[in-house]
């Protein structure tokens, strides 16, 4: 007896799916149509008349219409939908994009002419016209944001380590309180706070590296306790009472357990408060002062700063303009460079302290 079997009709997973290729084909034909359009119109003007923004957005919203068209008609109605969302969260991102990317340009291009061996070199001593650099600057900016940080890290840490553990009732609601109210506060308000104790405690007038590590700690400790306080909580209680029951102390338990399995999301938020105060310029104006020497001790005379440099050179340009308003933007571009750099150290640091998995 033969049997006989029917084969199952085969089914193609990609049938009644756009090509990967269909949606950028899209935007790019989109895109030629109404460069075209644009280019017709601007014909027998200036090159200067064509409105490449206005060519770009009238691009985007017939490319939205093109993929819902053919979405709709090749796929289906919610195929469609999902293409329409997707174009559109894009365009968002890439409109919020935009502003960063022309600010890193505009940076780069008029602060790289002053990248030089003296710029980093020199300090800004006895310099009236050409020349000078930013050393003084440069020490300025990382001794006092790293004392800033010295300061502001363990107070942050502790305070959000008793919210999260130890704290219940008044007290701890009182904290979270003053601590959202800290986050919104603005930095001449620290500086100012700063200068008026120092006034009242040693003499009016007074400036030093330490006032303005003080000033940016009193605005980094929020951060540091909110950032913290959040990825405290998201570690399992799981592996708390794993510990308690294996008979560790709570304190260890949060030393050993709590605090490794939290290293990485810590230091994040870490470098989020040291990017948030790095680039301060009005508390550092009242607390550390302004100097054209260089400065290391910061319990001692004034110390300048990378943010408070590129003020001064923009707002005080002297006989050689030109030369002032290239070292504010060589400035601004080292400290951005600097930000990047710390960046770049804290996911390594994070790496390395992670907790690690069997997968690893």
Do not use: C
């Amino acid at each position: 007896m033969t049997t006989i079997t029917a084969s199952p009709a085969s089914a193609s997973l990609t049938s009644g799916r756009l090509a990967r290729w269909a949606p950028w084909a899209l935007l790019g034909g989109s895109l030629l149509v109404s460069f075209v359009v644009f280019g017709v119109a601007s014909i027998g003007g200036d090159l200067a008349d064509f409105n490449i923004a206005g060519a770009v957005i009238v691009g985007v919203l017939l490319y939205m219409v093109l993929i819902t068209v053919v979405s709709a008609i090749a796929e289906n109605r919610r195929n469609a939908i999902d293409r329409l969302m997707t174009a559109l969260v894009a365009t968002a991102f890439t409109i919020a994009l935009l502003p960063l990317i022309s600010l890193l340009w505009t940076v780069v291009a008029n602060g790289i002419q002053r990248f030089d061996a003296e710029f980093f070199s020199f300090s800004m001593r006895n310099i009236v016209g050409e020349g000078g650099g930013i050393v003084h600057a440069i020490w300025g900016t990382v001794l006092i944001t790293l004392m800033a940080t010295v300061i502001a890290v363990p107070v942050g840490l502790m305070t959000s380590i008793y919210l999260v553990e130890y704290g219940r009732g008044r007290i701890a609601k009182g904290i979270t309180f003053f601590v959202d109210v800290m986050t919104g506060i603005p930095s001449i308000v620290a500086g100012l706070f700063i200068y008026s104790v120092f006034a009242l405690l040693v003499r009016p007038g007074i400036s030093m590296g330490f006032m303005g590590a003080l000033s940016l700690a009193v605005l980094m400790v929020p951060v540091v306790v909110r950032g913290s306080e959040e990825l405290l909580r998201i570690v399992p209680n799981e592996l708390r009472e794993a510990a308690y029951a294996l008979g560790v102390p709570k304190w260890l338990t949060i030393l050993k357990v709590v605090l490794p399995t939290s290293i990485a999301g810590i230091t994040t938020s870490v470098m989020l408060a040291i990017a948030r105060v790095i680039g301060e310029t009005a508390p550092l104006l009242l607390t550390a002062g302004f100097t054209a020497s260089l400065n290391t001790n910061l319990f001692s005379g004034q110390m300048m700063t990378l943010p408070v440099f590129a003020y001064n050179s923009y707002m005080n340009q002297g006989m050689a303009a030109d030369a002032s308003v290239a070292r504010a933007w060589a400035s601004a571009l080292t400290l951005i460079l600097i930000v990047m750099l710390l960046n770049l150290v804290a996911r390594l640091v994070a790496k390395w302290f992670a907790p690690k998995t069997a997968g690893r």
